[in-house]
T-cell receptor, first 115, second 114 residues
Framework: SAVISQKPSRDICQRGTSLTIQCQVDSQVTMMFWYRQQPGQSLTLIAT?????????ESGFVIDKFPISRPNLTFSTLTVSNMSPEDSSIYLC????????????FGPGTRLTVL | AQKITQTQPGMFVQEKEAVTLDCTYDTSDPSYGLFWYKQPSSGEMIFLIYQGSYDQQNATEGRYSLNFQKARKSANLVISASQLGDSAMYFC???????????FGTGTRLLVSP
């Protein structure tokens, strides 16, 4: 398994501001992902964070709104830009371990409320 | 396209009883993996169990077992001897070979009563 930490664990932000969420893993991993879970909903993949190159975004998500950095194999950040109340969600970092069944593990999540 | 369906929005079970949470999936790819996660009210996603499409036996992890019926495209989670701490949302997810992302179902909220 992998131990994943996220900062901040929760935040309350004003409309129009931006928040950067950090994800740290205790071991080097190739695959890191960012998911969003809107209130009462399931998880949706925002993007795959690629080390050394631009992130790969899913349909409906764009780099200008959700810029992602992946400077090394243990760390990534997701920024939620120009926030609106619709961005209120739990944002989860996930990593895929290599070997075994290539399980995916999740960080504790960042609970974001936008006023 | 890949799809996961969880038809039970909520389930109730008494402590110490077993409960089955349903999950059906749809994919035309012969190679895929199925996952179950538990999400308590804190919001974290806890990995429970994995089943590969080519696995001959049903996966088991402690009190969790996966009833994998490939022909029916179902991957039901069985929790034996339920505990109060099992109360949470449970999500079924699938990953298809060649793609790294997980596709999630809508979840089932399990409530364990004393």
């Amino acid at each position: 398994s992998a131990v994943i930490s996220q900062k901040p664990s929760r935040d309350i932000c004003q409309r129009g501001t931006s928040l950067t969420i950090q994800c740290q893993v205790d071991s080097q991993v190739t695959m890191m992902f960012w998911y969003r879970q809107q209130p009462g909903q399931s998880l949706t993949l925002i993007a795959t964070a690629n080390q050394g190159s631009e992130a790969t975004y899913e349909s409906g998500f764009v780099i200008d709104k959700f810029p992602i950095s992946r400077p090394n194999l243990t760390f990534s950040t997701l920024t939620v830009s120009n926030m609106s109340p619709e961005d209120s969600s739990i944002y989860l970092c996930s990593v895929q371990t290599e070997g075994g069944h290539n399980e995916q593990f999740f960080g504790p999540g960042t609970r974001l409320t936008v006023l | 396209a890949q799809k996961i369906t969880q038809t039970q929005p909520g389930m109730f079970v008494q402590e110490k009883e077993a409960v089955t949470l349903d999950c059906t999936y749809d994919t035309s790819d012969p190679s895929y993996g199925l996952f179950w996660y538990k999400q308590p009210s804190s919001g974290e996603m806890i990995f429970l169990i994995y089943q590969g499409s080519y696995d001959q036996q049903n996966a088991t992890e402690g009190r969790y077992s996966l009833n994998f019926q490939k022909a029916r495209k179902s991957a039901n989670l069985v929790i034996s001897a339920s505990q109060l701490g099992d109360s949470a949302m449970y999500f079924c997810a699938m990953r298809v070979s060649g793609f790294q992302k997980l596709v999630f179902g809508t979840g089932t909220r399990l409530l364990v009563s004393p």
